[in-house]
């Protein structure tokens, strides 16, 4: 059985918190939060506390928190080398402090407050600085059925930077798409399954051989009448862009 | 029973033909294709023909056939006062020849060759110039399974554009994660849950609201990380645009 103290009661903290109650071979020895009071209800369920000083011995530590706290929280762990892991996509794991043996789980999903996410659907991809925090962090991560990938510090940052690009670009997509229909009152809801089949698609071919459309197409009448269509000059400046994009992936 | 004559063998074409072919209300009287041999299999199911003078007589034509050839086939058709429509998105229905009664069945979905498609996941937009056309191609959709919703021709066009945007430019998007994860040797694969949940979100919360990352939370130093990481130019120039887009649709 792996102990893990885990500090953070924020959404990553909190989806982590309850893998772990499910899994097998893991267990919250305590949870850490500066808003003690937003994990005051899982006191039942493991020891809580606010208070650096009361931190126990565990086998792994798990920090997380925002970005922007990682370095100065293992800069204030008041213990040496034990195994502590950050959890973003985009901090260098040398920005933990290195009195401890250090290592990242970078959960590669977007976790929604309140909903439950079954870690299936949940790629952990882990990266240590020492090759002996390795199997311990693997265990942890299948423990609590995700798939995992040993990972560089280059490839988190790349898989970080398209995570980008494939969540939080195409949503504003899906937000240009509400917004244009809305213009006419026409119904967002219409397009859903379309967005939903889009994703699914890629599941199983490339998004090269996926690409359909007017863009691909080469087929200029429509790419003129949908510019004609759209008023909002940021609007049209993504068009033009991404239809350019398409056309330099698949040329003619 | 309504009886309809499907012009066009494409997918679209197919894919309503094989719709159409499950569903009790609605039968396929006859399909025409120019490239009659792309049909041929289909003969013991349906008359089959490559000759225009021998269409039969219908409650329906259906011209499921590229943009530009809808106005010439129309034209063509050697006969009058019966209902016929196209499928296309972008396409005005005044395209069709006014010697019949006129208007649109426009699948909102993206078709696969091969795969199958349930129509309940194809909502189809209708639009007639004649209100007693509208209650026979609700039937015929609605026998299909497919959620129905009456357009007028704006809405038609908008939904169309707003298509683009969540189908094609969203696959784009994809295919740039593919490029960035590739170029470092990450797996691509990893990303796809994340694909999944981005779309799976919307289904019930609006894109507004779901929307999080460095772009909403104006997280400069992961911004610049980001830019930096990427190498190329066109790539750089999306990156810049749509953190633009959603910084100002999520304000400060």
């Known amino acids: 059985m792996i102990s893990v103290v885990l500090l953070g009661s924020g959404n990553v903290g909190t989806h982590f918190f309850k893998a772990i109650e499910k ?9 850490f939060s500066r808003q003690i009071d937003s994990i005051k209800g899982y ?3 493991t020891a809580i506390t606010d ?5 126990m011995e565990a086998d792994l530590y798990i920090l997380a928190v925002s970005d922007d706290a990682i370095a100065t929280l293992s800069s204030a762990l008041p213990f040496e080398n034990r195994l502590v892991v950050h959890t973003s996509g985009s901090v ?7 009195k401890n043996k250090r290592g ?26 020492d090759k002996k925090s390795y199997p311990i962090l693997k265990e942890v991560a299948t423990s609590l059925g995700s798939p995992t990938k040993r990972v560089n510090s280059n490839q988190r940052r790349v898989l970080h930077l398209s995570a980008v690009f494939v969540n939080n670009f195409t949503n504003q997509l899906y937000r240009i798409g509400h917004e244009i229909t809305e213009s006419e009152a026409a119904e967002f809801d219409l397009l859903k399954p379309l967005i939903m089949e889009t994703a699914k698609k890629i599941q199983t071919l490339s998004p090269y051989m996926a690409q359909t459309g007017p863009a691909k197409r080469h087929d200029k ?5 949908h510019l004609d269509l759209l008023k909002n000059p940021e609007h049209k400046a993504i068009y033009k862009l991404l239809t350019k994009s398409i056309q330099n992936t698949h040329g003619r």
């Open 23 to 31: 899994a097998e071979n893991v267990r919250v020895a305590q949870w």
């Open 43 to 45: 006191k039942n369920k």
């Open 51 to 55: 208070n650096l000083s009361e931190l």
């Open 92 to 98: 260098n794991v040398h920005d933990l402090d290195k």
């Open 104 to 129: 990242v789980l970078y959960p590669l999903q977007t976790f929604s407050k309140g909903a439950e996410m079954d870690f299936k659907n949940v790629p952990i991809c882990i990266e240590t600085l």
């Open 221 to 225: 009448k429509t790419i003129e009448k």
